[in-house]
């Protein structure tokens, strides 16, 4: 029986709840291919300052880097905006993705059949989208020196070296070359020195890869184009800040930002976690969808341990519950059999990805 060591930070609002689902999920597809999983929880976020005074404790960095993967649920609330930026629960977070190197965020948005209604936008716009944006995550405006403020300024810096803007570059073109083989750059060259050199060198690393097509956008028509005809994009390469609004954005054509997963990954331990946030206004009421987490759990699954048959059976434990008209709150839409609680949908899925006849 093959074994692995998973971290598990649950953080904030409603990451426990999500993360107990993907879990429950987890468990239901290790018993039927004889794997096994070995969890260690460690704290991020505001949990972690409310017990140690520090949103990112050395421990779950310990921890994380002696596991084969991190599964994330989300951090941050009001009760911790007031304090100093470096003990914010976000603050934490962004340490983690540094100390980790996990400088690519992979955020697929693909809409389910069963869920074109469910979008606010027209059923002939989003059926079919199968996007994925390739967020660079630990540089750009996030890190950029000099940052800070005072009385009356506050001032951050967008930087991006060479090596930085290459390295994602590559991750973006290589996944096009698994999918549709077209990359289409983000970035505001039009006013931002530091786009003028995104630009160039994805250009430079585009020559490497003559089958892809590549393409070049400004941040604001992509906002709009994302909207007007999210079936023209492929893969969206893009910066910390613009990748972090557009796949928010991009959630929507899948009709609830509860369904969009995400792989952060980078040179050692990768950290699976869905694109949305803490929920606060949700927390505590068993209404959140779980499907982001679950389906981070499946991309952990592939792309950390190589276990695709238990992938597989994540992905169509989640078809499945959505084909057969389980839906919680956010996607209820008007063609729900059942809306059904967070832990509800993380037992219909455990239980469809159980019986999947692959
Ligand atoms: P959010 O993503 O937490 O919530 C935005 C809206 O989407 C809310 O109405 C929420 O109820 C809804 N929503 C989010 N996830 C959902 C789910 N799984 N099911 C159903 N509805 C869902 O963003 P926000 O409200 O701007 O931020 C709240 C807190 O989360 C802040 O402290 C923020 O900094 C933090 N945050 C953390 C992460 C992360 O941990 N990766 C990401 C984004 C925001
Ligand atoms: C996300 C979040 C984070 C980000 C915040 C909480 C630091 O919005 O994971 O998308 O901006 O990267
Ligand atoms: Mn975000």
């Not at 934490?92 to 693909?110: C, H, M, Q, T």
């Not at 403020?149 to 930087?159: A, I, L, P, Q, S």
């Not at 020559?207 to 393409?215: A, F, T």
Request: charged content about 25%; overall charge negative; some cysteine.
């Amino acid at each position: 029986m093959k074994s692995y060591n998973i971290a598990l930070i649950k953080g904030d609002g409603i990451g426990p709840e999500i993360i107990d689902e993907a879990v429950k999920v987890l468990d239901a597809v290790a018993a039927c291919e004889n794997i096994e999983f070995n969890y260690q929880e460690a704290l991020m976020g505001g949990c972690a300052y409310d017990v140690t005074g520090d949103p990112l404790p050395q421990e779950t960095i310990d921890i994380s880097l002696s596991s084969n993967a991190v599964l994330f649920g989300a951090i941050g609330g009001q009760k911790w905006d007031t304090l100093p930026r470096e003990k914010r629960p976000e603050s934490g977070l962004l340490r983690f993705r540094k100390e980790l190197g996990v400088f690519a965020n992979l955020r697929p948005a693909n809409v389910y059949d069963e869920l074109v209604n469910a979008s606010s936008l027209k059923p002939e716009i989003v059926k079919g989208v199968d996007l994925m944006v390739v967020r660079e995550l630990i540089g750009g405006i996030y890190f950029g020196e000099p940052k800070g403020r005072d009385e009356n300024k506050g001032w951050n810096t967008m930087v991006y070296t060479r090596p930085e803007i290459e390295r994602i570059a590559h991750v973006a073109f290589k996944i096009a070359m698994e999918r549709s083989k077209k990359v289409c750059s983000v970035d505001k060259a039009n006013v931002l020195d530091v786009s003028q050199l995104w630009r160039e060198v994805v250009e430079e690393v585009a020559k490497e890869y003559p089958e892809v097509e590549l393409s070049h956008m400004y941040v604001d028509n992509a906002a709009m184009q994302l909207i007007r005809d999210p079936k023209q994009f492929d893969v969206i390469l893009t910066g910390n800040i613009f990748g972090d609004i557009l796949s928010d954005e991009a959630s929507m054509l899948s009709g609830s930002i509860g369904l969009l997963p995400s792989a952060s990954v980078g040179s050692s331990i990768g950290v699976y976690e869905p694109i949305h946030g803490s929920a606060p206004d949700i927390a505590g009421q068993g209404i959140a969808n779980p499907i982001a987490t679950i389906a981070s759990a499946s991309m952990m699954l592939r792309f950390a341990l190589g276990e695709n048959r238990a992938a597989d059976r994540i992905d169509y434990g989640i078809k499945q519950a959505l084909a057969e008209g389980y839906r919680t709150k956010d996607i209820a839409g008007f063609d729900a059999k059942e809306v059904c609680s967070t832990s509800e949908m993380g037992s219909i899925i455990a239980n469809f990805a159980a019986k999947c006849k692959l």
